[in-house]
């Protein structure tokens, strides 16, 4: 609630869009222009989309659909909290991950854009377990290392997966894969058995499932 008013004072000064298409959702906030500089960022300002059937397919989030927007708020709030074991670290979103990236132009091809990069700011480590949960092997990380963050919504098909997770791994030092169901987790454990070389890759990239670690979801 606290949270709330405060946002509700920000868009009352223009800082902040807020709408709640469907009331039995919380509201979606969004920052202006104004609000943009009044925090030092040059970013243009994303409206919400114009078109009902866009605003749904983006923001709605209940047993029908599933935002994506809203998932990667919730594992940037997850991941901040120290949750699934993340060090201490900055982010880095994909608006600010856009701008590093080249310009688009026709016929050139740019690296797979992640939902977002932990820049570690200490050392970390993660476990590697089997079903039975035995510890198999511990990934050490290092401070100043870069975790590419992927929130997977959709079945992609292998051939999708087999380009976007070497291009990852080319970019960051590890791959934090968040996956909305069983079968998305699997699709991506089997890509990365199958389409990275060495075993060193493999045990860069981990994989969770998103009920795992955001039961609310």
């Given at each position: 609630m606290a949270t709330s008013k405060l946002l509700r004072k920000l868009a009352a000064r223009g800082y902040l869009e807020v709408i709640q298409p469907w009331a039995d959702q919380p509201a979606w906030y969004r920052a202006t222009a104004p609000g943009l500089r009044a925090i030092g960022l040059d970013w243009p300002e994303?409206?919400?989309?114009?078109?009902?059937?866009?605003?749904?397919?983006?923001?709605?989030?209940?047993?029908?659909?599933?935002?994506?927007?809203?998932?990667?708020?919730?594992?940037?709030?997850?991941l901040a909290r120290g949750g699934a074991g993340a060090p201490a670290h900055t982010w880095k979103g994909e608006r600010a991950i856009e701008l590093a990236?080249?310009?688009?132009?026709?016929?050139?091809?740019?690296?797979?854009?992640?939902?977002?990069?932990l820049h570690l700011k200490e050392d970390g480590a993660w476990s590697i377990t089997a079903k039975d949960g035995t510890i198999l092997d511990t990934v050490e990380m290092k401070a100043g290392q870069l975790t590419g963050v992927e929130v997977e919504c959709t079945l992609k098909s292998d051939y999708r997966l087999s380009e976007i997770l070497p291009d990852l791994l080319a970019h960051h030092d590890y791959v934090w894969y968040f996956c909305l169901t069983p079968a998305i987790k699997q699709a991506v454990a089997d890509v990365r058995r199958d389409a990275l070389k060495t075993d060193n890759e493999r045990r860069r990239v981990r994989i969770l499932l998103l009920e795992d670690n955001l039961p609310c979801l």
């Open positions: 994303i409206p919400f989309p114009p078109e009902y059937e866009d605003l749904e397919a983006r923001l709605r989030h209940d047993q029908q659909f599933k935002s994506h927007n809203h998932l990667i708020n919730q594992v940037r709030l997850l990236l080249p310009p688009r132009e026709k016929g050139l091809r740019r690296p797979h854009k992640a939902d977002g990069i």
